[in-house]
């Protein structure tokens, strides 16, 4: 079955400075990835995702991920934090048909000035 | 704007009362998904409509729940004899198509609180 680890619960990054948020999957087949965004009040955003190809993916608002198969691993990374980047962080993992993404418990950003 | 749309934005019942919860899904979306995001937890898959049909609801945690989309366009979420274990953020999305490579647009959800 199908199973998503975000191991950080909460990540505090100064602005400017470099993130990475963790992501583990556990997947039967080649997996399709995704990294989301919530904003309090808002929706969901997709910020990328992985199908097949390069490993190295580039989403939107400056953030990418690197997909790494030997370590089952989706790493999501950004250079430089801005303090509009504070939300919580869901990685996600589906199956092709996508009805049934399995998303992780999220990871909380706060961005200290 | 023209993005998923969620009634009512807040909900509060008391355990044993019947709820339903609206999705209206973008224009043209075929397929409209509905998940379940407890405190501290990811959404958490429970039903998946192809146009007018349920074409997976696995996810649906027993037959208190169930949901309906019958013109392929609205959808809405019923919960029976509600329970305070069922206090959570509903979430609804839709997308163009089924499959990956069809993004998911997700609408704001309805936080239910059962007391």
């Known amino acids: 079955a199908q199973s998503v680890t975000q191991p950080d619960i909460h990540i505090t990054v100064s602005e400017g400075a470099s993130l990475e948020l963790r992501c583990n999957y556990s997947y039967g087949a080649t997996p399709y990835l995704f990294w989301y965004v919530q904003s309090p009040g808002q929706g969901l955003q997709l910020l990328l995702k992985y199908f097949s190809g390069d490993t190295l993916v580039q989403g939107i608002k400056g953030f990418e991920a690197e997909f790494k198969r030997s370590q089952s691993s989706f790493n999501l990374r950004k250079p430089s934090v801005h303090w509009s980047d504070a939300a919580e962080y869901f990685c996600?993992?589906?199956?092709?048909?996508?009805?049934?993404?399995?998303f992780g418990a999220g990871t909380r950003l706060t961005v200290k000035p | 704007g023209a993005g998923v749309s969620q009634t009512p934005s807040n909900k509060v019942t008391e355990k044993g009362k019947y709820v339903e919860l609206r999705c209206d899904p973008i224009s043209g979306h075929t397929a409209l998904y509905w998940y379940r995001q407890s405190l501290g937890q990811g959404p958490e898959f429970l039903i998946y409509?192809?146009?007018?049909?349920?074409?997976?609801d696995s996810g649906l945690p027993n037959d208190r729940f169930f949901a309906v989309r019958p013109e392929g366009s609205v959808s809405t979420l019923k919960i029976q004899r509600t329970e305070r274990g069922d206090s959570a953020v509903y979430l609804c999305?839709?997308?163009?198509?089924?499959?990956?490579?069809?993004?998911?647009?997700f609408g704001p959800g309805t936080r239910l609180t059962v007391l």
């Open positions: 409509f192809q146009g007018t049909g349920a074409a997976d």
């Open positions: 996600a993992v589906g199956p092709p048909n996508n009805n049934d993404m399995r």
């Open positions: 999305a839709s997308s163009l198509g089924s499959g990956p490579y069809n993004e998911q647009f």
